[in-house]
């Protein structure tokens, strides 16, 4: 196993999409179109809700980077990879032959935007690994499926 | 409990949808609080602090005219409709990025149209007048911003006025002694004022400085004009 680690090559590295964040995006769009309109039309603006908004766009931004930059998933030669935490880490390695079925699961609004999360089942009945929230899942499953053959042949 | 759960992969945290209610309940605070302040302040309500004080409304409100001598000085940071002032010295005014020297007119008349800012008088001085405004026309020759939106209006130093008239100014207090005549709802009261105190509250309304005159016609807050009848009829007897 450890010789197994060492020759293990990295084949994809994936975050969650940002794509996910956009109701968050949206909501910073909106206050900042209240207050352009706000300023526009000369209306009464407060200016310590003001600073308030401007500390909820920039947690907004900054929070979904960090959350984005701190979780991704890996497929290696070998493993498909999990690491997450931002002071701890959380590191899930999955040898991938031992995985059984890739299920994708997407909602309406993400097939509209071509993200989604993929279940990947492994033969120990019940063990669930949920890669959440990535960009085109079907070219993640389509890698994933084709090192599964590949280790398999 | 399931394997999956032991792994903690499966099963979605709670802790999640929380996060998100919060985030969610933020934002609807944040916007409900810039549309209160914006539109609340128009029907009286005036900023942090007019939150505190309560505004003007129409059933605590009554209708006043009054002809006064001028207050030693006056200061207002409230929104301002129009203002308008003449004026016949020299005067460099700033009007967003353009400096319009005055002194090419023999009077100017000035208009300002939505100020919100700060003015302050001092006698028949204008001492400060410094703000955002949508529109300047000076004899009737509109200004305009470059942009198209607000513009910065300043005059770089105090300057005496001949004429000035603010349109639809709140004015949360005023106090000041004067003599002068006082109409309170269409004239079922009139009051004359002999170097007494006038003091009102949550005015909102018309105010004109002409000829060391002060005038005042608009709406004012009933509560205060009892103390004042008051102390009028009870210096008078």
């Known amino acids: 196993m450890k010789k197994r680690i060492q020759d293990d090559k990295n084949i994809l590295k994936i975050r969650g999409s940002r794509k996910h964040y956009l109701p968050i995006y949206v909501m910073i769009l909106i206050l900042i179109l209240i207050i352009i309109f706000l300023r526009f039309y000369n209306l009464n603006i407060n200016y310590l809700v003001v600073i308030f908004a401007f500390i909820f766009m920039i947690v907004g931004i900054k929070g979904t980077e960090i959350h984005r930059f701190f979780s991704y998933y890996q497929i290696t030669t070998h493993y498909l990879v999990h690491s997450r935490g931002i002071l701890n880490n959380d590191v899930k390695r999955i040898f991938i032959p031992t995985i059984s079925d890739i299920v994708l699961k997407q909602t309406f609004w993400q097939r509209l935007l071509n993200y989604g999360n993929v279940m990947v089942h492994r033969y120990t009945p019940g063990a669930i690994i949920e890669v959440k929230n990535i960009n085109n899942p079907e070219k993640f499953i389509d890698i994933l499926e084709d090192r599964l053959n590949k280790i398999g042949d | ?237």
Request: hydrophobic share 40%.
């Open chain 2, 1 to 237: 409990m399931s394997r999956a759960q032991l792994e903690g992969y499966s099963e979605k945290p709670p802790k999640k949808h929380r996060i998100a209610i919060f985030i969610l309940i933020i934002f609807l605070i944040l916007v409900s609080l810039f549309l209160y302040f914006a539109f609340f302040k128009e029907n009286g309500f005036r900023g942090i602090t007019g939150f505190f004080i309560g505004g003007l409304n129409d059933e605590n409100a009554v209708f006043i005219k009054a002809e006064l001598n001028p207050p030693d000085d006056f200061k207002t940071s409230e929104k301002i409709k129009r203002i308008e002032l003449d004026i016949d010295s020299s005067k460099d005014f700033l009007v967003g990025k353009q400096k319009i020297d005055l002194s090419k007119f023999n009077s100017a008349n000035i208009i300002i149209d939505n100020f919100n800012g700060e003015l302050s008088l001092e006698e028949d001085s204008i001492k400060s007048l410094k703000g955002k405004a949508s529109n300047v026309f000076i004899n009737n020759i509109p200004i305009s911003s470059q942009s198209g939106g607000n513009m910065k209006v300043s005059f770089d130093n105090s300057f005496r006025y001949k004429f000035l008239k603010l349109e639809k100014v709140f004015i949360p207090s005023l106090v000041f002694k004067t003599s002068g005549k006082l109409t309170i709802g269409n004239n079922k009261a009139i009051i004359n004022l002999e170097d007494e105190n006038f003091e009102i509250e949550k005015f909102e309304g018309d105010i004109t400085f002409e000829k060391n005159k002060f005038l005042m016609n608009g709406l004012v807050d009933k509560s205060k004009l009892p103390e004042l009848l008051d102390i009028t009829d009870s210096e008078k007897s």
